[in-house]
């Protein structure tokens, strides 16, 4: 019988972990760097607790996978334990592409999704643990023909979901994004290959659609954080700019790496090893350190925005159903500008901050979630429910400037 290390999760109590490749990815500096990845950003400038990690957040979903393995066993879905193994890999990696502050700087230090950096670190540990992480690659990208293991990994009612909601309700405190994990995923069937939940089960799909939509506003698009998060991307925004200038910075190596390059995703398979070198060791913890550092910068607009944010001195932030209106525009920019003469030219594309933010509770244009009725019937959820589904998107658009230049 082989072993297995025991950790005590604050989500689901004590859960276990089987030595053997899953052990050692888990050991793997790689997939260490998430425990400095925090997996909501800057969401603890508004709810306190919510300092859980990647990390976390990977071995949640992965004890998640191995309930659902189980729960589809028991009813006769033909799964072998190396597919087993291959799809709890898969949920194991699915982030470990993440930059700091997850979703904030993407696209901010480099122009490349964090799955296509996600299946860049799989690629080279596949070749680090001979070949053994071949048949995960193959799940993670939708290769297989048991489409219900990648529907487990990446799909409307996938273990990232599963895990997130829940553990992002617990670490905020916001009781609204609980679901009823246990019962989905005993709910949980295979019907020609693909992922379907018992008739028994919609009133708890109803449930996780719900928790969804209401942790997307409260907490993911929670106006402060928005602001928060916006504010982090100007300053790298800021320092990149500065960098491609040739404007000295102090900060860390590998930050400086992705500063003062423009690295595409081309970069990535052209030199692999030496852009995933840099890359993990890029974690929060730089961008920390970087943010303390240009506080002292001579730039102003640097400065300000980084000390800013390191002192919680966030800007004001204006939500509504409808663009804003060209005059009211004109007159915050008439204020901002004013205040902020003084800095350099340029800077009120930094210092006023505009956009709209969507929140989609489902999409039936994408694979939608599967009925399966006692008869052998499948229909999708949206024919079903009486719930009334939300598919329309709901968009808010969004004003941010110093609280400074408010009336």
């Known amino acids: 019988m082989s072993k297995r290390k025991i950790f005590n999760d604050p989500v689901y109590g004590f859960t276990s972990l089987p030595h053997g490749i899953l052990m050692d990815l888990v050991d793997h500096p790689y997939f260490q760097r998430l425990r400095r990845i925090k997996q909501v950003s800057l969401t603890h400038y508004v709810y ?8 976390h957040h990977a071995l949640g979903a992965l004890h998640l996978m191995g309930e659902a393995i189980e729960a589809l066993r028991s009813k006769g879905v033909d799964i072998s334990d190396e597919e087993a193994e291959a799809v709890n890999i ?7 592409g993440h930059g700091p502050f997850s979703h904030t700087l993407e696209h ?8 296509e950096v996600s299946l860049r670190f799989m690629e080279r540990l596949n070749e680090i643990f001979g070949g053994k992480l071949a048949l995960a690659i193959r799940i993670f990208k939708d290769e297989y023909p048991k489409q219900f293991l990648h529907q487990l990994v990446s799909g409307q ?14 670490f905020t405190g916001v009781a609204e994004g609980v679901i009823g994990f246990d019962r989905i995923i005993k709910m949980l069937a295979v019907h020609d290959g693909e992922l379907a939940v018992e008739e028994k089960g919609i009133y708890s799909i109803e449930k996780f659609l719900i928790a969804r939509r209401l942790m997307y506003w409260q907490v993911y698009l929670h106006k402060t954080v928005l602001a928060a998060e916006q504010m982090l991307i100007k300053t790298l925004q800021r320092a990149k700019e500065l960098a491609m200038q040739g ?9 400086a790496f992705f500063l003062y390059r423009n690295v595409s995703l081309e970069d990535f398979d052209a030199n692999r090893e030496e852009m995933l070198g840099h890359f993990a060791r890029l974690d929060d913890y730089d961008i920390a350190t970087a943010l303390k ?11 300000f925005f980084a000390n800013s944010i390191v002192n919680r001195r966030l800007f004001k932030i204006e939500l509504k159903n409808q663009p804003f209106e060209p005059d009211y525009l004109a007159a915050v920019e008439g204020r901002v ?17 505009s956009g709209d933010q969507t929140n989609h509770a489902y999409n ?8 399966l009725y006692k008869d052998g019937s499948v229909l999708p959820i949206s024919q079903v429910t009486d719930f009334g589904l939300q598919t329309n998107v709901t968009r808010k658009y969004y004003l941010c400037y110093p609280k400074s230049a408010a009336v």
Do not use: C, Q
Not at 48 to 55: C, K, V, W
Not at 90 to 96: E, N, T, Y
Not at 108 to 115: C, D
Not at 293 to 303: K, M
């Open 48 to 55: 306190p607790g919510a300092l859980h990690t990647r990390f």
């Open 90 to 96: 898969a949920i194991l990696l699915h982030d470990i």
């Open 108 to 115: 901010t230090l480099i122009n490349v999704h964090h799955e």
């Open 157 to 170: 009612l996938d273990m990232d979901r599963m895990d997130y909601l829940n553990r992002d309700s617990y």
């Open 247 to 255: 404007v000295p910075l102090d900060v860390p190596k590998s930050l």
């Open 293 to 303: 550092s240009f506080g002292d910068h001579d730039d102003p607009l640097l400065a």
């Open 337 to 353: 500008g004013k205040l902020f003469a003084h800095f350099p030219e340029g800077s009120m594309d930094y210092l006023i901050m």
């Open 364 to 371: 039936t244009a994408k694979d939608e979630i599967k009925i």
